[in-house]
């Protein structure tokens, strides 16, 4: 039968154990968080320059748009058409 001191250094070696189980844990989970942060930084960044791109052919089209809009009647005066 093992003595209570040995008892003792065997739980407390199995604790130091558990505790350096922990700690890596922790660390490669730290770890995973700041790679899911910097990926997470890579999306944004790309979201933001769809953005920036959806914003610019907004305008673009809405250029087009209103020169569409004018197109009729400015043939109608390049034509020589009258309405009454």
């Given at each position: 039968?093992?003595?209570?001191?040995?008892?003792?250094?065997?739980?407390?070696?199995?604790?130091?154990?558990?505790?350096?189980?922990?700690?890596?844990n922790q660390a490669?989970?730290?770890?995973?968080?700041?790679?899911a942060e910097e990926?997470?930084?890579?999306?944004?960044?790309?979201?933001?320059?769809?953005?920036?791109?959806?914003?610019?052919?907004?305008?673009?089209?809405?250029?087009?748009?209103?020169?569409?809009?004018?197109?009729?009647?400015?043939?109608?005066?390049?034509?020589?058409?009258?309405?009454?």
């Amino acid at each position: 039968m093992p003595s209570k001191k040995t008892a003792r250094n065997e739980r407390n070696g199995r604790l130091e154990e558990a505790l350096a189980t922990l700690i890596t844990n922790q660390a490669h989970f730290i770890g995973g968080l700041d790679r899911a942060e910097e990926r997470f930084n890579e999306i944004k960044a790309i979201l933001l320059d769809q953005q920036r791109i959806l914003k610019d052919h907004q305008r673009l089209l809405l250029d087009h748009q209103s020169k569409l809009d004018g197109l009729s009647e400015a043939v109608r005066q390049k034509i020589g058409f009258k309405t009454r």
